[in-house]
């Protein structure tokens, strides 16, 4: 099910929690105060000298602190010692609880479900624990807004979208294409929408950032952010502007020339230290990652990683630059007695779309997949559950729907790995 990407409903769970299996305590405000200055004596040296404001305590559960620095810059610290006590933390602006991008809200809130659902939880939870992986990557990506003057070309100066917004920040960040292909229409509010995309985009003239008197240099940027908009059928509202990933996906790939083996990926295809490792690459690739995250009745928002360091993520959350910095990415995965996956409760539609990036023209990959037909029906499935060389076996597999947006006219096989992922053999119908 296809969910819509709209900057005022969302929720965003990225926070990494870490499951103490003994007795969770609570965390008082000084506690949290010198854990903030802890950090700040590390992280960041420069900090450590100024003077730590009033906890800004916007959780009434008391489920994290945070804290202003008078240099600048704030530290979210966890209310409880069963989780990281450090969840996020940026080197610039101010924690102002009135002034949030959404998705950042909507973590905080997120956060205290999460404690409130530790606590009264009996089940043993397995969770992604840190690797304690040490490293840092930081890709420059613009810090570009859905309000004026990005919105210049919208529909009633309507806030752009989050997800154009993202696409466009990672397309700056690439200065790709020179040029787009063809055109796209859509009905909206009983009006036809149309964008022809070959046309010129000026990467080079295009400000990484608005401070409020340079409105006119940002006329090229609120045409690309018009013309996504257009590409991935908006729904522009005064409130906010919504649309699909996966039609983002589509649009950068034939609009554009993006990578057609450029995917979307869902965290819950994977461990949370895989899923982490998987984000690093893409950093370590210079791609920045579009990601999105969902509530449970469909509401979303796109944004963008740009980095790493250490066990956090850059995030750019696509507000011109408000509370951007480094967060926990993951949610808890608990498991029941049996040590077996229950159900996802926390990993609410979190996805990421890996290989973003200009084409080679060279890929031959569709974005095909094997559907389940009932809730109960295995995509494959085969009759025996141990094959030992030589052994003839019968692999049995559900109809196959080509669920991308473009037409696919070739041969499927079937690559038969090993416990190391190495494809060994491979079978297809002439063979």
């Known amino acids: 099910m296809k969910r819509k990407l709209h900057f005022k409903n969302i929720l965003a769970l990225l926070l990494l929690l ?14 949290a105060q010198q854990q903030a200055y802890s950090f700040w004596g590390k992280q960041m040296p420069q900090k ?17 602190y945070v804290f202003n620095n008078d240099a600048g810059g704030f530290v979210i610290i966890a209310g409880d010692d069963a989780v990281a006590p450090v969840l996020g933390y940026t080197s610039t602006g101010t924690f102002d609880a009135g002034n949030l991008p959404d998705g950042l809200k909507d973590l905080l809130k997120s956060y205290e479900r999460q404690i409130a659902a530790l606590a009264n939880s009996n089940q043993a939870n397995q969770t992604a624990t840190r690797t304690g992986f040490s490293g840092e990557k930081l ?16 529909p009633n100066k309507y806030p752009v979208g989050c997800a154009a917004t993202a696409g466009a920040i990672v397309m700056q960040y690439h200065g790709y294409p020179a040029k787009g292909t063809g055109s796209h229409s859509y009905k909206w509010d009983g009006k036809t929408l149309t964008a022809q995309f070959e046309h010129e985009y000026d990467w080079a003239n295009m400000p ?8 006119a240099d940002f006329d090229g940027v609120a045409r690309l952010m018009s013309d996504l908009g257009v590409a991935v059928d ?19 790939q034939k609009y554009f020339g993006y990578s057609k083996i450029s995917h979307q990926m869902s965290i819950e ?27 449970s009745i469909g509401g979303g928002h796109a ?18 630059g408000l509370c951007n910095g480094f967060y926990h990415i993951g949610a808890l995965n608990p498991q029941n007695e049996e040590g077996k996956p229950v159900a996802s409760r926390y990993n609410v539609g979190q996805m990421a779309v890996f290989g973003m990036e200009p084409s080679d023209g060279k890929e031959k990959i569709s974005d095909m997949r094997f559907t389940k037909m009932t809730d109960y029906l295995q995509e494959m499935n085969m009759n025996v559950t141990d094959v030992k060389k030589g052994q003839k076996c019968i692999v049995f597999s559900v109809p196959i729907k080509n669920e991308g947006k473009q037409n696919f006219d070739g041969v499927l096989a079937m690559a038969l790995m090993n416990a190391k992922g190495e494809i060994r053999e491979i079978q297809h119908q002439d063979g």
């Not at 990484?208 to 409105?215: I, K, L, P, S, V």
């Open 48 to 64: 450590a000298r100024a003077k730590s404001r009033t906890a800004n305590t916007a959780s009434r559960s008391d489920a994290y």
């Open 303 to 320: 944004f963008v990683i740009d980095g790493y360091k250490d066990d956090s993520f850059s995030v750019n959350w696509g507000w011109g």
């Open 234 to 252: 908006m729904q522009y509202t005064e409130d906010g502007s919504g649309s699909y990933i996966s039609d983002l996906v589509a649009a950068m």
């Open 269 to 295: 295809a994977g461990s949370a230290e895989e899923w982490n490792e998987k984000l690093r690459g893409e950093i370590d690739a210079n791609r920045p990652v579009l990601y999105a995250a969902f509530d």
């Open 139 to 154: 890709l420059n990506t613009a810090k570009w807004d859905q309000m004026a003057p990005f919105n210049k070309y919208t």
């Open 208 to 215: 990484a950032r608005y401070d409020g008197t340079n409105a």
């Open 18 to 31: 870490v499951y103490s299996p003994s007795e969770a305590k609570r965390i008082t405000q000084w506690q």
